[in-house]
């Protein structure tokens, strides 16, 4: 997969959790994903739709990570992940991907963005729906992971 398209989504999602909730994160070493189950335990998942691409994203987050995340952002610590930790997980995709897309357009690529999908629990399924290669990205805090999943059919 080319790098032009993966590292507006890494951009994305540094930028978003560090100006929206004050939480640095960490690369990991990129590798191909040849399954569907999650390596977290809640995910965000949204399709991308152009003339000339078609792809999706998904971000994973570990339980601990996303509740503090949750705690920055709106002020709530739920103790687990809830109906209102999975709408932020939602927005939190939303905005990776806006980010990204902005940062593709600048490049001649256009897309249109689906609602985000949001599923959790341990051992979930995030099917991407494209032809296409899945890239996973893990991102290391101190209390979790987040893995990002990219898969373009480009």
């Given at each position: 997969?080319?790098?032009e398209?993966?590292?507006p989504?890494?951009?994305?999602?540094?930028n978003?959790?560090?100006?929206?909730?004050?939480?640095?994160?960490?690369?990991?070493?990129?590798?191909?994903?040849?399954?569907?189950?999650?390596?977290?335990?809640?995910?965000?998942?949204?399709g991308?739709?152009?003339?000339d691409?078609?792809?999706?994203?998904?971000?994973?987050?570990?339980?601990?990570?996303?509740l503090?995340i949750?705690?920055?952002?709106v002020g709530e610590?739920?103790?687990e992940v809830?109906?209102?930790?999975?709408?932020?997980v939602?927005?939190?995709?939303?905005?990776?991907?806006?980010?990204?897309?902005?940062?593709?357009?600048?490049?001649?690529?256009?897309?249109?963005?689906?609602?985000?999908?949001?599923?959790?629990?341990?051992?979930h399924?995030?099917?991407?729906q494209?032809?296409?290669p899945?890239?996973?990205?893990?991102?290391?805090?101190?209390?979790?992971?987040?893995?990002?999943e990219?898969?373009?059919?480009?």
């Amino acid at each position: 997969m080319n790098a032009e398209f993966v590292n507006p989504f890494i951009a994305g999602l540094l930028n978003v959790l560090e100006t929206m909730a004050q939480t640095t994160l960490s690369p990991g070493k990129p590798k191909r994903k040849n399954s569907d189950v999650a390596s977290g335990d809640v995910s965000g998942l949204i399709g991308m739709v152009g003339p000339d691409i078609k792809g999706s994203m998904s971000i994973t987050f570990e339980e601990k990570l996303i509740l503090d995340i949750m705690l920055k952002m709106v002020g709530e610590a739920p103790e687990e992940v809830d109906a209102e930790v999975a709408d932020l997980v939602g927005e939190v995709t939303n905005m990776i991907c806006g980010n990204a897309k902005r940062d593709l357009a600048e490049k001649g690529f256009e897309f249109g963005m689906a609602t985000p999908v949001v599923v959790s629990g341990k051992q979930h399924s995030i099917s991407h729906q494209v032809d296409g290669p899945k890239i996973i990205l893990p991102f290391n805090h101190e209390l979790g992971k987040a893995y990002l999943e990219i898969c373009f059919d480009k």
